[in-house]
């Protein structure tokens, strides 16, 4: 393997382990969800605006109402994901919530299938099926850190990011034509806009640690994590970013285990085995007969993250 093939896979194995650890930083920060998000969006955003100043994307960008509406629209979407799924963790656990989300692929051919037409195969529906029986048998057998079933509610919570991350995707979708680092630091900025009122509610940490915890947050799970995203997404066959795409729920799952003390019973494990395998695998079988070719080129958003598309 080259160089020109090493680099792009480390930048996005990175980008996949950094956020299955986005659970444990949101925990410590001791922070409520809403203020959660706006150190994500504030600190992550401002950062990805000098990026973008930096590299005169910003300057030259003269965006037209439609596109301006929509990426709006789309950060509406991403950041009241990402409130709901920073509210399920404690709720249910980081491994739970985590790969119920995981479920946003699926929900994402739904919305396509409802405003795009796009036919939806029966392979599709299958993959559906199994994916949420997965869930409904997460429900019912996974317990939390005190061995007390998990609060249905943050899965319900998980699930309600999950339709929101989809709606995110669908718009980026529209947006293909944006550069995706571009999108991600103007919808960022609305993040941060829309959320500061809420900082009245829920403020943020007043201990310097659950501060750190936040700017750790903005700065490598949000700033840098995009920029090796995007880096490397063009760089590499689609079916390696499927693959590689699973080390995001895995290591969720890990971190959980290790430090959390969350196990796993076996109804719960085959739940997220149905879930994962239903979820992540559709995108690499789909094109396993077509020759390979770089996942930037299709430029649509599905396993994680294409180009546009945002990341949990």
């Given at each position: 393997?080259?160089?020109?093939?090493?680099?792009?896979?480390l930048?996005?194995?990175?980008?996949?382990?950094?956020s299955?650890?986005?659970?444990a930083?949101?925990?410590?920060?001791?922070?409520?969800?809403?203020?959660?998000a706006?150190?994500?969006?504030?600190v992550?955003?401002?950062?990805?605006v000098l990026?973008?100043l930096?590299?005169?994307?910003?300057?030259?960008?003269r965006p037209?109402?439609?596109?301006?509406?929509?990426a709006?629209?789309?950060?509406?979407?991403?950041?009241g994901?990402?409130?709901?799924?920073?509210?399920?963790?404690?709720?249910?656990?980081?491994?739970v919530?985590?790969?119920?989300?995981h479920?946003?692929p699926?929900?994402?051919?739904?919305?396509?299938?409802?405003f795009?037409?796009?036919?939806?195969?029966?392979?599709?529906?299958?993959?559906?099926?199994?994916?949420f029986?997965?869930?409904?048998?997460?429900?019912?057998?996974?317990?939390?850190?005190?061995?007390?079933?998990?609060?249905?509610?943050?899965?319900?919570?998980?699930?309600?990011?999950?339709v929101?991350y989809?709606?995110a995707?669908f718009?980026a979708?529209?947006?293909?034509?944006?550069?995706?680092?571009?999108?991600?630091?103007v919808?960022?900025?609305?993040?941060?806009?829309?959320?500061?009122?809420?900082?009245?509610?829920?403020?943020?940490?007043?201990?310097?640690?659950?501060?750190?915890?936040?700017?750790?947050?903005?700065?490598?799970?949000?700033?840098?994590?995009?920029?090796?995203?995007?880096?490397?997404?063009?760089?590499l066959p689609?079916?390696?970013?499927?693959?590689?795409?699973?080390?995001?729920?895995v290591v969720?799952?890990?971190?959980?285990?290790?430090?959390?003390?969350?196990?796993p019973?076996?109804?719960?494990?085959l739940?997220?085995?149905?879930?994962?395998?239903?979820?992540?695998?559709?995108?690499?079988?789909?094109?396993?007969?077509?020759p390979?070719?770089?996942?930037?080129?299709?430029?649509?958003?599905?396993?994680?993250?294409?180009?546009?598309?945002?990341?949990?």
């Amino acid at each position: 393997m080259t160089n020109s093939e090493t680099r792009p896979l480390l930048q996005w194995s990175a980008a996949m382990a950094m956020s299955g650890t986005i659970g444990a930083v949101v925990l410590e920060s001791g922070a409520a969800a809403p203020a959660v998000a706006f150190a994500r969006c504030f600190v992550g955003g401002a950062l990805l605006v000098l990026w973008c100043l930096s590299r005169g994307w910003l300057q030259a960008w003269r965006p037209s109402r439609r596109d301006l509406g929509l990426a709006v629209l789309g950060g509406l979407f991403l950041v009241g994901n990402w409130v709901l799924l920073f509210a399920s963790y404690a709720l249910s656990s980081i491994s739970v919530s985590t790969v119920v989300y995981h479920t946003q692929p699926l929900i994402l051919v739904g919305l396509a299938a409802a405003f795009l037409g796009e036919k939806v195969a029966k392979s599709h529906l299958a993959r559906a099926a199994i994916a949420f029986g997965g869930v409904a048998l997460i429900s019912l057998s996974a317990h939390g850190e005190d061995g007390k079933p998990v609060q249905l509610a943050g899965i319900a919570l998980a699930l309600g990011a999950a339709v929101l991350y989809a709606g995110a995707s669908f718009v980026a979708k529209q947006l293909k034509h944006i550069r995706p680092h571009l999108l991600a630091a103007v919808q960022t900025t609305v993040g941060a806009l829309v959320l500061a009122p809420l900082l009245l509610v829920t403020p943020l940490p007043t201990t310097t640690s659950g501060l750190l915890w936040l700017v750790l947050l903005g700065t490598v799970h949000t700033a840098l994590m995009y920029v090796l995203m995007y880096a490397s997404i063009g760089k590499l066959p689609t079916t390696t970013v499927a693959l590689l795409s699973y080390l995001y729920p895995v290591v969720a799952v890990l971190v959980d285990i290790a430090f959390y003390g969350h196990r796993p019973n076996w109804p719960e494990a085959l739940g997220m085995l149905a879930v994962l395998a239903a979820a992540l695998a559709p995108q690499r079988r789909r094109r396993a007969a077509a020759p390979e070719k770089p996942a930037g080129a299709a430029a649509e958003p599905a396993v994680r993250c294409r180009a546009g598309e945002q990341v949990s």
